[in-house]
């Protein structure tokens, strides 16, 4: 933890900075410059083969962070004339998961960056054991900006990666937002995948099939909550469309003039009134 220290001290930040970039800012602004030999905004990213190192001893060697680190780091081909990049790291490996999600700068409707996540397994594959680290990898989508050549084992000189450990950052939002609810609703939680960089993701991106399974729970409650009064209407019209309450047309044409509130209200207010429904 020295180094990090140290680096930290170098870099001569403000009190309070906190480095929370989206997803087009790590491309635009970071890992385009470093494949073009551009100045970075801030040297705060460190440039570390990962694929040398278990994940755990990564946030070490690290310039910058706390519960999430950024790494520049190469990318080697598995076999000399193709192009899938080797995932062999530390006594373990890395193995993709999901779909890879296209990093669109705004206003451009092609992808400049793609966004692919990783889990690490411990041990050899295709047995390792899955373990709560992550990694989100940012290549270039356009190929011809790396500098590899053919025939090399070099696959990229350059690409971005931000790694996290989930059940670190799952205890740190429990510790200070959740202290006060109960074991059980702790328990329900706990499963959920929760992350510094999620805000931020759901504030900028858009949502598409293209989203992981996590912004597709995140979007459940919103969906549900805009089918519940098209589902409370139909109840409501079933029940008087029944025969316990059709007797007669004209004692039954005030309530059509009624909207939402003023009907519930009738139902669950007036309920005493016998006259009303029998």
């Known amino acids: 933890m020295g180094r990090m220290i140290d680096a930290e001290a170098d870099l001569n930040l403000p009190p309070g900075f906190r480095f929370h970039p989206t997803d087009e800012?790590?491309?635009v602004h970071y890992l385009?410059?470093?494949?073009?030999?551009?100045?970075?905004?801030?040297?705060?990213?460190?440039?570390?083969?990962?694929?040398?190192?278990?994940?755990?001893?990564?946030?070490?060697?690290?310039?910058?962070?706390?519960?999430?680190?950024?790494f520049f780091t190469p990318r080697d081909r598995k076999y000399p004339n193709g192009s899938r990049p080797n995932r062999a790291a530390g006594r373990?490996?890395?193995?993709?998961?999901?779909?890879?999600k296209p990093i669109k700068p705004s206003g451009s409707a092609r992808p400049l960056g793609i966004k692919k996540a990783l889990v690490f397994y411990h041990g050899k594959a295709p047995k390792g054991t899955k373990t709560d680290?992550?990694?989100?990898?940012?290549?270039?989508?356009?190929?011809?900006?790396?500098t590899s050549k053919k025939g090399s084992l070099r696959l990229d000189d350059w690409v971005l990666c931000r790694l996290y450990n989930k059940k670190n950052n799952w205890e740190k939002m429990h510790d200070e937002n959740t202290s006060h609810v109960s074991t059980e609703a702790s328990h329900d939680m706990s499963h959920m995948t929760m992350t510094p960089e999620s805000d931020i993701e759901h504030e900028?991106?858009?949502?598409?099939?293209?989203?992981?399974?996590?912004?597709?729970?995140?979007?459940?409650?919103?969906?549900?909550?805009?089918?519940?009064?098209?589902?409370?209407?139909?109840?409501?019209?079933?029940?008087?469309?029944?025969?316990?309450?059709?007797?007669?047309?004209?004692?039954?044409?005030?309530?059509?003039?009624?909207?939402?509130e003023e009907?519930?209200?009738?139902?669950?207010?007036?309920?005493?009134?016998?006259?009303?429904f029998f």
């Open 133 to 146: 680290w992550i990694m989100h990898e940012y290549r270039l989508a356009d190929l011809s900006r790396t």
């Open 204 to 260: 900028h991106e858009l949502h598409s099939k293209e989203f992981d399974l996590l912004d597709q729970l995140m979007m459940q409650p919103e969906t549900q909550d805009q089918f519940q009064p098209l589902q409370l209407n139909e109840a409501i019209s079933s029940y008087f469309q029944g025969p316990a309450a059709v007797q007669k047309q004209e004692e039954s044409d005030w309530m059509w003039g009624l909207n939402l």
């Open 92 to 100: 373990g490996y890395w193995k993709a998961t999901g779909a890879d």
């Open 32 to 70: 385009c410059r470093k494949v073009s030999d551009q100045r970075l905004p801030v040297p705060i990213i460190a440039e570390v083969d990962l694929y040398k190192y278990n994940p755990w001893d990564l946030p070490e060697r690290a310039l910058f962070g706390n519960k999430e680190w950024y």
């Open 25 to 27: 800012e790590l491309v």
């Open 263 to 276: 009907l519930q209200n009738s139902l669950f207010h007036d309920a005493s009134n016998q006259d009303l």
